[in-house]
């Protein structure tokens, strides 16, 4: 059977359209960053382009952040340095910009009290019309305390006070005091309800260390009562050692241990 000339040329044009659109989009999607493909191939770490406060969209990011905030303790201060490059308008001011809208975008997880900003030059290509770059860098910054020492950490939803050794009671600490008075003002009016929850280190027994625990927890909820909100409205437990969240070996360990949680439910 003869194949007619004209149905030759005819296939012969459809095979180079054909080939000419599979190499444009094999040069888009490996050269030139496919939107379809650029989300697998990112790590989620926040990207900026040239002279943007704001970082590009990532579907990444969740995962990105979350690997980021695993890598903190309790109470630690995460340290964002955002980067400027020679020539960005504002650079310093870009900079500290671009670390506020990473820790923007960390929230609620970790609270800005938390967080501390820094700005600083790079040379790493990133060039105007060019493709988007990292522009931060992390650090957190270990909490250290005194023995003597109590500290107040927020995160999503809970409230950690954190007690010196041997304590239950929290009512002399004026910063401690003047917390927990705006707390409850702030929930006075509405229908939160509030779980306290006592924690302690392993020194002792663990019998007594569960009602040692009750009664750090029942000290911070007489605070509750004292500022406005209703005994109904606070329920008190005790974890006593069983749920410690550092390392009791070390004195820095067993301080972060001994802790009350107030979980606020709105």
């Known amino acids: 059977?003869?194949?007619?000339?004209?149905?030759?040329?005819?296939?012969?044009?459809?095979?180079?359209?054909?080939?000419?659109?599979?190499?444009?989009?094999?040069?888009?999607?490996?050269?030139?960053?496919?939107?379809?493909?650029?989300?697998?191939?990112?790590?989620?770490?926040?990207?900026?382009?040239?002279?943007?406060?704001?970082?590009?969209?990532?579907?990444?990011?969740?995962?990105?952040?979350?690997?980021?905030?695993?890598?903190?303790?309790?109470?630690?201060?995460?340290?964002?340095?955002g980067h400027y490059r020679s020539g960005e308008k504002d650079g310093e001011k870009l900079a500290l910009a671009r670390a506020a809208a990473i820790r923007d975008m960390l929230a609620p997880e970790i609270p800005a009290s938390r967080v501390r900003l820094v700005a600083s030059m790079v040379n790493d290509g990133l060039v105007e019309n060019g493709d988007p770059k990292e522009s931060a860098s992390f650090a957190w910054s270990k909490m250290v305390l005194k023995k003597e020492d109590s500290a107040i950490i927020e995160s999503d939803k809970d409230v950690i006070l954190l007690f010196p050794f041997n304590s239950t009671e929290k009512e002399h600490d004026p910063k401690v005091d003047a917390y927990l008075k705006e707390l409850c003002e702030k929930h006075k009016s509405d229908n939160a309800s509030f779980v306290v929850t006592g924690h302690t280190d392993d020194v002792g027994e663990a019998a007594s260390n569960q009602a040692f625990g009750l009664k750090r927890a029942k000290s911070v909820a007489k605070i509750l009562t004292d500022n406005g909100i209703s005994n109904s409205r606070i329920q008190t437990g005790s974890k006593g050692e069983s749920e410690p969240v550092a390392d009791n070996g070390t004195e820095d360990g067993r301080h972060q241990n001994r802790r009350v949680v107030i979980t606020v439910n709105r």
């Open 1 to 81: 059977m003869k194949i007619p000339l004209w149905l030759i040329l005819l296939l012969m044009v459809g095979y180079t359209i054909w080939c000419a659109n599979f190499w444009h989009n094999y040069q888009v999607r490996h050269c030139c960053g496919d939107e379809s493909t650029l989300g697998v191939q990112t790590s989620g770490a926040p990207l900026f382009k040239w002279n943007m406060e704001k970082p590009v969209e990532d579907a990444n990011f969740a995962a990105w952040k979350k690997d980021l905030l695993k890598k903190g303790g309790q109470g630690d201060t995460l340290v964002i340095t």
